[in-house]
Each structure stands twice: as C-alpha cells, then as structure tokens.
C-alpha cells in the first residue's frame, strides 16, 4: 500500500520557520503532482502550495513569498518551508501527492496531517 507519512510540525513563536517533510513509500513507479493542503479550526481545507510534475509551482495568497513547496523525486520526498510563521498559520497540515503505482494508474494519496502551532 502506498502511505504518505508528514514530519516536521510543531510549537514555534511568531516569525519563526519550520520545515514540513512528507515521505511517500509503496510500490510507487512515479510522483506527478505534489501539494500541501492546511485546515485551521473552524475553517475549510485550502491549499498551500502544489507543484506539478513540470513547470512552476502555485501557492495560496496568504503565504506567497514565505512558504516555498520543493520536491525530490529519487527519493519521493516532498518539503515544504516556512518562513516568518503568523500565528494565523495555525493548522494541521497535509501532504498530497498523485502517484503512478507499479500495478495501477494515477491515484490520490494523502497524509494524516502534522500540527503546526505558532505562537507565543
């Protein structure tokens, strides 16, 4: 079964970074899109930031020139930075990827979400 496991959340005061990780692993021929999704309390699951397989990557409004969505394919590996943290990014975060499977077509695939708190 292919699983997409997220590392890197936790407590951190205002302006601070953090570095999310999500790891895919399975029986995985190929990652095509990736993205991190968030939800806040109270509020809808947005998007974050998504990088297709080729060309740019595309972030949400609030976090345009301090979260950065990377990726490294050999090792099916997919970051996300974050850089001068609000208080209003407060959210569980969540890794998806579109994945190519040995013995399947592209499927959706999420994580359970890591907790990113920000404040003081």
């Known amino acids: 079964q292919v699983q997409l496991v997220e590392s890197g959340g936790g407590l951190v005061q205002p302006g601070g970074s953090l570095r999310l990780s999500c790891v895919a692993s399975?029986?995985?021929?190929?990652?095509?899109?990736v993205a991190w999704y968030r939800q806040a309390p109270g509020k809808e699951r947005e998007l974050v930031a998504a990088?297709?397989?080729?060309?740019?990557?595309n972030y949400g409004d609030f976090v345009k020139g301090r979260f950065t969505i990377s990726r490294d394919d050999f090792r099916n590996t997919v970051f996300l930075q974050m850089n001068k943290l609000k208080p209003e990014d407060t959210a569980v975060y969540y890794c998806?990827?579109?994945?190519?499977?040995?013995?399947?077509?592209?499927?959706?695939?999420w994580g359970k979400g890591t907790l990113v708190t920000v404040s003081s």
């Open positions: 998806y990827a579109k994945i190519r499977t040995d013995y399947e077509g592209d499927m959706d695939y």
């Open positions: 399975g029986n995985i021929y190929s990652l095509n899109s």
């Open positions: 990088s297709p397989s080729r060309g740019w990557p």
